[in-house]
């Protein structure tokens, strides 16, 4: 299978493990498998009473396929551990009236960007060898939160790989900032940047292009790359998840085999609900996707008349790993779609202006397959509390706005399949928002929450967040962003 580009006709095929190392294609666009392959009825059969890393390895094979199905076996076996992950990576349960949610939060640290971020580093090592690199690679990180300390966990030790992280100081929860603060390992480093979120990302973006820099680190056998959310190798394992719950829900006998499902994806950068348009796209029973975005509900709009507009206000949410204007992932649909030239000049658009408006033919495809809704934060607040008291389930604020849109859709289109909403965070991520929910009060502080949170409902804290409480705190460097180049090389060459 080759990988080629979103935006040019005759971009020639690259194999999967050169898409997982460059990350970007040369022209700009992201990486695409040429076809998608498909997953038939008697396939599903036999991954039925397989193990999540069997079906893994089953699926990753179809896409992956300059791996060998061992190599990437051993990958799913090391990346999805009981020790990392517990009993099962991501089991679905039931909030009863054809609603079930698929739990991807089992991970080292409580949110669904484990699930690819623990193997991503397995594939991203085996890519090197089989590209002839033989460089060590430094994955730099701009985060502003979630991903900084996942992409941290899962790069932890990876053999010919250095990983450094910077967070800005205003911007990161005190949780998210201890995630990182008490990471262990051998291989990396975190830095706290003066300023916020932007200057974090524009610091990174700036020695990604820094080209004397790059000559610079080549001399010392290191080459720059990133783990954001718009490398394939981050997109691939979350196909697996949507495969496996269809499964888990044949087996525990909620769905017949071959009946349709809805499903339902907190929506940011357009990436977890894209692999779920995959799934369906190889052949798994899904009808509609149904997008759930909050107060930044651009997506919403673009999915009601087609008109994408990143011109507008930036909301600061309960939900912040959903608060993004410019969701990257969006492209890889546009080209499964509408085909690169169409992709290409609406990727022009919105670079030059900020937005682009579909065709009508154009937008009726993507209508066939996406729903858009959004929820607020009052909604929110309210869908927390509600499903904590009649369900006896804690949600978190991400996944609370996802439950609130699978509700509505359910009303409105009078929808009567059974749905899958994606829970991609513990509640105890967010403690101090969800407390407030389910109480109307504030704690007493964003550590505090964790353990008054847990006083109030009896739900344990995950253990790994527990763990950072009390861990000591290795990183504790704080720098300007002017000092950021210096940084970098002195850990690249060090
Ligand atoms: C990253 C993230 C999302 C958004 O996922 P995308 O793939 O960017 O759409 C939703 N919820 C949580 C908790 C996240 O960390």
Redesign the pocket.
């Known amino acids: 299978m080759k990988f080629i580009s979103t935006r040019t006709k005759d971009f020639a095929g690259v194999s999967s493990a050169y898409a997982i190392k460059t990350g970007l294609c040369s022209d700009g666009g992201l990486f695409m498998p040429e076809e998608i392959p498909s997953l038939t009825e008697s396939e599903l059969v036999e991954l039925l009473a397989e193990s999540y890393e069997v079906r893994a390895a089953r699926i990753l094979s179809k896409f992956l396929t300059d791996y060998t199905h061992d190599e990437l076996l051993e990958c799913a076996r090391g990346a999805y551990s009981a020790e990392k992950f517990g009993e099962h990576p991501a089991p679905v349960s039931t909030l009863g009236d054809g609603m079930y949610m698929l739990e991807l939060w089992h991970g080292p640290t409580s ?3 484990d699930m690819a971020l623990q193997i991503m580093p397995r594939l991203f090592s085996l890519a090197l060898g089989k590209c002839g690199e033989e460089r060590t690679a430094l994955i730099l990180v701009a985060t502003s939160g ?1 991903t900084g300390k996942a992409a941290l966990e899962g790069y932890r030790d990876v053999p010919g790989v250095k990983i450094k992280v910077f967070y800005p100081t205003g911007g990161v929860s005190r949780v998210q900032k201890l995630q990182m603060q008490t990471q262990e390992g051998s291989n990396l480093s975190v830095e706290a940047i003066v300023g916020n979120f932007d200057d974090a990302q524009s610091g990174v973006k700036r020695i990604f292009s820094d080209e004397k820099m790059a000559e610079e680190l080549n001399a010392g056998g290191v080459f720059l790359s990133s783990a954001n ?1 718009i490398n394939w190798g981050r997109l691939v394992p979350q196909i697996v998840y949507y495969v496996s719950a269809y499964c888990d829900l044949v087996s525990q006998g909620e769905i017949a085999l071959g009946e349709k499902i809805d499903v339902c994806v ?8 894209f692999a779920a348009y995959i799934a369906k796209l190889m052949g798994l029973p899904i009808e509609t996707l149904v997008c759930a975005s909050n107060k930044n509900n651009v997506l919403t709009d673009f999915l009601e008349c087609g008109k994408y507009d990143r011109n507008r206000e930036f909301y600061t949410t309960m939900s912040p ?2 608060d993004i204007l410019i969701s990257s992932n969006l492209e890889r649909l546009l080209y499964t779609v509408l085909g690169t030239e169409k992709t290409a000049r609406y990727m022009r658009e919105l670079s030059e202006s900020g937005a682009y408006t579909l065709d009508g033919e154009d937008f009726a495809k993507i209508r066939e397959s996406f729903v858009g809704l959004y929820t607020d934060e009052e909604e929110t607040r309210e869908t927390i509390k509600r499903i904590y008291n009649e369900k006896n389930c804690l949600i978190d604020t ?1 996944t609370a706005v996802a439950v609130s849109a699978a509700e509505r859709y359910r009303d409105t289109y009078k929808a009567e399949r059974k749905i899958l909403t994606v829970s ?2 513990s509640a105890y991520k967010f403690a101090r928002d969800v407390y407030r929910s389910l109480t109307d009060t504030d704690a007493s502080g964003d550590i505090e929450a964790l353990s008054e949170l847990e006083a109030l409902t009896s739900v344990k804290i995950p253990t790994p967040l527990r763990a950072v409480l009390t861990k000591p705190r290795l990183h504790n460097s704080v720098i300007d962003k002017s000092e950021m180049e210096r940084v970098v090389k002195e850990f690249a060459l060090s």
């Open positions: 949110a669904f960007k979630d959310s907190p929506t940011g950068n357009f990436g977890n609900i790993s959903m991400h991609t965070a």
